[in-house]
């Protein structure tokens, strides 16, 4: 025999293994590679927060005060405030938003009787998207258009709500206010006001909220009140009691 | 080791040892995502199923100063070379490199059980990463099991 006869020989079987676990090891060292690329590269360019922040300490009170805000419509230095904790993606929250809210706008804080407060309360284990579209109503807010977007949020509820991502109807919304895609894209596009929202539930559980929509009474100098019922006839018969009682109070 | 009239090796490559390398291959990157998160390269982590971030951010995450994930590249990438010098011809009936691999993913894989226990009893929360790790790391030892018969064949 040859010596390249020989040669030949010997690789034969074992040559082949080795080709194909070459193949093997280079197809999965190509497919995990890519999907790590993909990964990574996804998050540099901004992955937004879509759930509470389990690192959050909120120990610090003050901390805690700065972060769990809500956003406030009127005077908040008023006497009576109505206080709504919403969920975004809660049906009784769109029809509150869409049918009450404007009662309310119009019969009470415009007249200055009271001013109204939302705090984000979003199920998540629910609403997949709530957390989000709290933070986005946020984002708007950094542009002046916060109740703006937040009925916007509502009126569309059904629309996006099914969807597996939200954040391109989240983005056409802003675009159709006129807010700056740019700005509002990279605050969604990111982890800000998570800690914000955050802090809203761990408010919201503490004053016991369970449910959406959950209305207060906050009375000045009398603290929280629940409100049974969402309808507009039930909170301004709760904020006449409620002024009778200041004024009683007073005598 | 057989080999012809040349010289040559002429043993097939060691289909365990193939194995190993596959698998420690996909370990290699999943251990690296998770590490990609630990350093803060990835976002929020995102998991299909169970709940990644109580277990990526519980202090069992590290060993000291050390993500548990970069201990699991450091592995990975360990079984990895050993396994694919394993196969070169030459190193086929290497009894050190079959020491080397068995003792390798006995320790892996222990350490894994170690961390699938912390998972269920401790934390209480599944990562599904760190699952996914497990079962490769659990194949991986179950595939360096014949080199414990190769180890004392060669030694006796």
Redesign the interface.
């Known amino acids: ?1 040859s ?1 390249g006869e ?2 030949r ?3 034969g ?2 040559g082949s ?2 080709t194909k ?1 070459g193949v ?2 280079g197809v ?2 190509l497919i ?2 890519g ?2 690329f993909w ?2 590269r ?3 360019l ?2 937004p ?3 509470p922040l ?2 959050l300490d909120l120990e610090d009170q003050a901390l805690y005060r700065q972060l769990a805000q809500g956003i406030t419509s009127g005077d908040p230095t008023g006497t009576i405030g109505i206080i709504e904790f919403g969920d975004y993606q809660c049906p009784g929250c769109g029809g509150f938003a869409l049918a009450v809210k404007p009662q309310i706008d119009l019969a009470l804080v415009q007249t200055g009787r009271a001013y109204f407060q939302f705090f984000d309360f979003p199920l998540t284990n629910m609403h997949p998207h709530a957390f989000l579209a709290a933070r986005a109503a946020r984002c708007a807010g950094d542009q002046g258009l916060y109740w703006e977007y937040h009925q916007e949020l509502f009126r569309n509820q059904s629309s996006w709500s099914g969807r597996q991502s939200a954040v391109g109807a989240f983005l056409g919304y802003a675009q159709g206010l006129g807010l700056d895609q740019d700005t509002f894209e990279g605050c969604v596009k990111s ?1 800000k006001y998570a800690d914000v929202v955050t802090a809203n539930m761990s408010l919201g559980q503490e004053a016991g909220v369970s449910g959406t929509p959950t209305i207060f009474l906050n009375v000045k100098g009398q603290g929280l009140r629940p409100i049974m019922r969402n309808d507009f006839q039930s909170i301004e018969a709760a904020i006449e009691s409620a002024l009778e009682d200041l004024e009683t109070a007073g005598n | 080791m057989s080999e012809d009239a040349t010289g040559l090796d002429a043993s097939p490559p060691p289909l365990n040892r193939m194995v190993i390398a596959v698998l420690a291959m996909v370990g290699l990157f999943v251990a690296l995502y998770l590490m990609a998160h630990n350093v803060g390269l990835t976002g929020p982590i995102v998991c299909g199923v169970g709940d990644c971030g109580t277990v990526q951010s519980s202090v069992y995450a590290k060993v000291g100063p050390i993500p548990v994930s970069a201990i699991g590249v450091a592995g990975y990438l360990t079984l990895l070379c050993l396994a694919y010098l394993g196969v070169q011809p030459g190193n086929r009936g290497s009894p050190f490199i079959g020491a080397f691999l068995f003792s390798g993913s006995l320790g892996g894989v222990t350490f894994s059980a170690y961390l699938t226990y912390l998972e269920a009893f401790v934390i209480e929360a599944w990562c599904q990463y760190c699952v996914i790790s497990a079962i490769v790391m659990l194949l991986i030892f179950l595939a360096a099991l014949p080199e414990v018969p190769r180890f004392l064949r060669r030694v006796s």
């Open positions: 025999m010596r020989k040669k020989g010997s690789r079987k074992g293994d080795m676990f093997i090891l999965v060292a995990g590679a999907w790590l990964s990574v996804g998050s540099v901004g992955t927060a879509t759930g389990l690192e982890d």
